[in-house]
């Protein structure tokens, strides 16, 4: 006979924020119960958001040294190492993972569960043989990068933010392709440590930021080397024996060509999501983006019982800014090719 667990809370996902949450609710003795699905990367956030800082803390260093003669200092060019930078930032997001590891969450008598989950009515989640009836659930499954529909971008190699971070090559002619703060931060990075950087938007450049605010971001990217071209759009990626080309149209409907050494997609992210996770909770859907549920600014789904916290939160509360169609999300198994 299968088991029926009770508790107050049910995590589902490992995400760094959800297993954060499940230390905290051990420790306050509300019995959470996280669950670990298939294919789920434990705590995979946290090392990314730390890699991203400290690559982005070197590339502001190189800036400061090489402005130096605004202070009335002599002007130094760096010379970034950046299979050191790489090796660095890896070995940050590393530091973050004794603190998490299946036998410290032991230890503090966190039981993660790892089989298959899917929820079999609006207040129980099927996990494996056992049956979890929880007061809460809560969606803590990260997220995975959106990838365009491009012609030809599947047939050259491409980084996507997840891997870019750990390329120890300097990347000569960068194409960043994309609009969200993730795109822009990237760009700005590898322009301060020295790539020739072309910033190319797929759609509304930092859609639902002040315009205003948005104009002097831009002033300041170009002025530091960022190539961003006005009104442009991809309309194919051009493969090459040597290298890669890029064909845009402008505004003005002028076409024009890029050639470029390594390409970057950073077109936001999807939830990490099995629709038949959710189907039985009958959530109330976003009608841009049927196969996610509706959710607050806070996270709350149409089901009182279930709410939704980090990356999760913040991609399905987002997707109503999003054109339907725009994106193709990658799968559990492929999120991006391989790294250049």
Known sequence: MADILKTDLCIIGADARGTALAIQARALNL??????????KPCSTAGSAL??????????RAQAIRTTSDLSLRKLDPKPNFRAIAERVTAIAESTKPATTPERLTALGVIMLTESAIFSDRRSLKVGASTIRADQFVLAIGSLPMVPDLPELDQVPYFIPDTILANMRK???LLVLGSDTTALELAQAYARLGAEVALVPHGLLLAGFDPELVSILLRTLRKEGVNIPEGPSITAILLR??????AIAHADSSLAALDVSHILAAFGRVPDLDPA????VRLK???QHPDHPMVSPEGQ??????????SAAEVFYGATRLAPGDHRAGSR???GQDTP
Do not use: C, K, M, Y
Not at 35 to 40: E, F, L, S, Y
Not at 241 to 246: E, P
């Open 301 to 310: 789904t149409s089901n009182g019982h279930v709410v939704a916290i980090s």
């Open 285 to 287: 859907r976003n009608p």
């Open 31 to 40: 019995g959470g119960i996280p669950v670990q699905r298939d294919g789920d």
């Open 333 to 335: 198994q492929r999120s």
């Open 277 to 280: 996770l959710l189907e039985a």
């Open 51 to 60: 890699q991203a800082v400290a690559f982005s803390a070197n590339a502001e």
């Open 171 to 173: 990347l000569s002619h």
């Open 241 to 246: 024996r040597h290298g890669t080309g890029v």
